[in-house]
């Protein structure tokens, strides 16, 4: 009698479950092993597997795969329940195949399969398979998609597991073909235990509850991780890595301020955010309002300030489109000045306004007197591209200085002789301490 037949009749022979044989007991295509096929399943046997039946959608799955011939081999096991009994499974020499009525059968093996079991199997986080193992679209790695998340792999980084908001955001930036590339690690828990993330080969993502995931990378992550990543005054992302209007720089913004970086300046933390809102009546005909704001951006990162881009509107005001502006002194303004920064649609508390205007009257690029709690400035249609940051610096606390290196020079911002003009730190002291920087 063949371990085939023993198998057989320990499983009921022709009474049992399998059924009578539909064939004589045959050798396999491979040259090693042995096999009969019966009415509802199959037994296969070598000599260093043994004999084990497989039967069903399990059995369909590993024929798909080439039989013994394929990267499976022979089975080791009988068709088994898993332990939470909700599917079914057999394990191979080369892998294992897992079905449930939900997911149907599929492979797993190699490293991939080895990170599931430390994981848990199927009764982990990331449940049964929803895929075979498949070649990623790079043709680099390879990965297995479950229920929960997915395990990538590649000759050099191994498996590594990524799920939940993580696993969602690096799918929108492309898997793997993205600047991110390949994970690193597992989702891990934060030091500060607040939060999630996964390293990847090109960047991280952070995940909390709060701010969701976001990614960060290249010379900010750099930055933020010397600071001490999440438990740096920062906090964690709420952004992910972001261009300027001009194109020219990038900055993420963080729980807690932001960093920004531009060629000129490296990277740069910022430790408090001014909240900025554009009121338009006229557009600039010098310089764009994107490139002033790019401008701002620029010069504000070096006294530790982020801008934080709130809304645009076009407001239809013709009768204040040439605004007089009187003196243009703080704490004295006109009826005109009162009406137009009485416009404060989708703006809160102490957030500063720029209204951007055909002309002052007398001319000015711009004028930064504002009625009590209405902080912002109004900027002349032929403004320079300093004019913006200038005239909000004014609303932050800062007066003019005779120095036309510096953002402040009262000689007209056209004279700036060292763009991007500087902010000294004693101007900076004064900025972080005004009500619209948070």
Not at 213 to 239: C, D, K, Q
Not at 280 to 289: G, H, K, Q, Y
Not at 353 to 369: I, K, L
Not at 402 to 427: C, F, Q, W, Y
Request: proline fraction near 5%; charged fraction near 15%; glycine fraction near 14%.
């Amino acid at each position: 009698m063949s371990d085939i037949d023993v198998k057989y009749a320990a499983l009921g022979g022709a009474g049992g479950w399998l059924g009578p044989a539909t064939i004589a007991e045959l050798g396999a295509p491979d040259g090693i092993g042995h096999y009969r096929h019966y009415r509802s399943g199959s037994i296969y046997w070598s000599p260093a597997s043994g004999a084990h039946e497989i039967h069903g959608r399990i059995r369909d799955r590993w024929a798909a795969l080439g039989w013994e011939r394929g990267l499976l081999h022979y089975p080791v096991t009988d068709e088994t329940a898993t332990p939470g009994g909700g599917g079914r499974y057999n394990h191979f020499q080369g892998g294992s195949v897992y079905w449930t009525p939900a997911t149907d059968a599929h492979e797993v093996h190699g490293d991939i399969r080895g990170k599931w079991a430390s994981l848990g199997w199927e009764r982990s986080f990331l449940g049964y398979p929803l895929t075979d193992e498949s070649t990623t679209p790079d043709g680099i790695g390879r990965y297995n998609h479950f229920q929960g998340g997915s395990i990538y792999w590649t000759p050099v980084l191994g498996a590594h597991e990524v799920h939940g908001a993580i696993r969602g955001k690096w799918s929108t930036l492309g898997w793997e073909r993205s600047f991110l590339g390949y994970p690193t690690t597992d989702e891990s828990t934060t030091p500060d235990g607040a939060g999630r993330y996964n390293h990847f080969q090109g960047g991280s993502i952070y995940w909390t509850p709060a701010t969701g995931a976001h990614e960060v990378h290249g010379v900010i992550r750099n930055l933020w991780a010397g600071m001490g990543w999440e438990r740096s005054f920062l906090g964690y992302p709420t952004s992910d890595e972001l261009s300027t209007e001009d194109g020219l720089g990038r900055y993420s913004e963080f729980q807690h301020g932001s960093i920004y970086w531009s060629p000129a300046t490296g990277a740069l933390a910022c430790r408090e955010t001014m909240r900025l809102h554009i009121k338009c009546l006229t557009a600039p005909t010098r310089f764009s309002i994107n490139q002033m704001i790019s401008n701002m951006r620029l010069t504000y990162a070096t006294a530790q300030i982020g801008i934080k881009y709130v809304s645009f509107e076009v407001l239809s005001l013709p009768a204040l489109n040439d605004l007089d502006v009187g003196g243009c002194t703080m704490g004295s303004v006109t009826a005109e000045q009162t009406d137009l920064f009485s416009h404060r649609n989708f703006v809160s508390g102490n957030d500063v306004v720029a209204y951007f205007v055909r002309s002052t009257q007398p001319p000015f690029n711009g004028c930064a007197s504002h009625p009590a709690g209405q902080p912002g400035a109004a900027v002349a249609s032929g403004a320079s591209a300093w004019t913006l940051a200038h005239e909000i610096g004014h609303v932050l606390g800062l007066a003019h200085v005779n120095n036309n290196n510096r953002l402040m020079t009262g000689n007209g911002t056209d004279n700036i002789t060292n763009p991007p003009p500087d902010i000294v730190a004693s101007e900076s002291a004064t900025m972080l301490a005004s009500p619209s920087t948070i």
